[in-house]
């Protein structure tokens, strides 16, 4: 499985640039469209990012679910990152916004937050994929079983082998 490791980081090793999980599908590609964040979202990235992304497909203003590598509704709204603490005055669209800037080189005092954050998500839910999976004796990457997991996972940057 291919991997991108980060020098500095080698704790976090995901598995897509966020160019590549945006090229498959994510987020419905609503994630920059979210019409709550009242901010301009092209303040919060690196020009190199709009540079190589499709940005079309993350700026939708309406989630589709089938915009979605896996075509599943999948994910909490803003106000659940929100009442979660889980947003940052620095990347104020979450995760994926500080996603984009570390891996164009951003290093702040949120990196081991969110880091522990992809650990903890990665952990948990390609557990249980592949637990659901050898109890019903299917191939983890069978695309009949865990579609919603398996995009939750994307939105995290891992693929599950």
Known sequence: ?????????????????????????????????NK???????????????DECNVDK???HKYTKNINKF???????YQGWISRDWIKEQDPYGWFNWYINFYYGRRTFD????ISRWKSFVGR????????CKKKNLD?????VGLKTKQGLLHWAYKIN
Not at 111 to 114: F, L
């Open 71 to 77: 075509g599943v509704d999948c994910g909490m709204d």
């Open 111 to 114: 990196d081991d937050r969110q």
């Open 58 to 60: 993350l700026t939708c």
């Open 140 to 144: 983890i990457l069978d695309e009949s």
């Open 1 to 33: 499985m291919q991997v991108y490791q980060f020098e500095d980081r080698p704790d976090f090793t995901p598995s897509y640039s966020p160019v590549e999980m945006t090229e498959a599908g994510v987020f419905g590609g609503n994630y920059f469209g």
């Open 36 to 50: 709550e964040v009242n901010q301009n979202w092209l303040d919060f990235v690196p020009q190199v990012f709009l």
């Open 125 to 132: 839910h390609s557990g249980m994929l592949k637990s659901n």
